[in-house]
């Protein structure tokens, strides 16, 4: 029987963009994923400042994912109370999708580089694969000495035939496009529908998200 593979792709999504969906598409491609989960940012405890409410984020995922099979928007994160952390999702997922699922955490080359400052991070694999992409100069090369120490025991050239352990890599096509510059942007009034997934846009502007105002009742 082939094993099940659910990737897990979490962040703020604040706003979902197009870079997103080219990061889950070629997840789904390289790593042969049964389905992916994406999966908002509840109480984010490295990132300082204010995050949009999580039922505009959730709102603007489902938008963003309804045309791609078997993405599912998963909100245990804004539900739990408290710091979201990845190793209390990882343990609630694999309660949840069993012990012979594949787990795989999909993250960029900057998160990857900053792994070790994670909660219980030397935890994680033994929860889940991790499967690591370039994102725009974030290079892959000399990493901090804990995170290539982790890469050099547990570095394959292809996911492993386990529910997880592994270390991976994969390609995508550059995206030069951030949700910090997409903010930034919609708050000046540019046109950014270019960079924004279907209906995303129109949900921004009847929310009048990102422009320094209250969105309506």
């Known amino acids: 029987m082939t094993r099940r593979r659910a990737g897990v792709l979490g962040g703020t999504f604040d706003p979902v963009h197009v870079g997103h969906l080219a990061l889950g598409r070629s997840a789904c491609v390289a790593l042969s994923l049964d389905e992916l989960r994406l999966m908002p940012t509840g109480v984010s405890w490295q990132k ?3 995050t949009t409410p999580a039922a505009d984020r959730i709102a603007m995922l489902r938008l963003a ?3 791609e099979p078997g993405w599912i928007v998963d909100t245990r994160e804004t539900e739990r109370d408290g710091p979201s952390y990845t190793i209390d999702t990882l343990v609630s997922l694999r309660a949840e999708l069993g012990s012979e699922c594949a787990l795989v955490m999909i993250i960029g080359s900057d998160q990857l580089r900053n792994l070790a400052s994670w909660h219980r991070w030397d935890e994680l694999l033994d929860l889940c694969h991790i499967a690591a992409t370039r ?11 804990p995170v290539d120490a982790l890469v050099a ?5 292809a996911l492993p035939d386990a529910p997880a352990g592994g270390i991976v890599f994969f390609g995508m096509p550059p995206v030069p496009v951030s949700s ?5 942007q919609i708050a000046s009034g540019a046109d950014v529908a270019t960079l924004l997934p279907a209906g995303v846009a129109d949900y921004i502007e009847t929310r009048r998200l990102y ?3 209250p969105p309506p009742k």
């Open 153 to 157: 025991e547990h570095g394959a050239d």
């Open 135 to 145: 994102r725009e100069r974030v290079s892959l090369e000399a990493l901090p000495a």
């Open 65 to 67: 994912v309804a045309n």
């Open 180 to 184: 910090t510059m997409l903010r930034s």
């Open 211 to 213: 422009r320094g105002v």
């Open 48 to 50: 300082s400042g204010d």
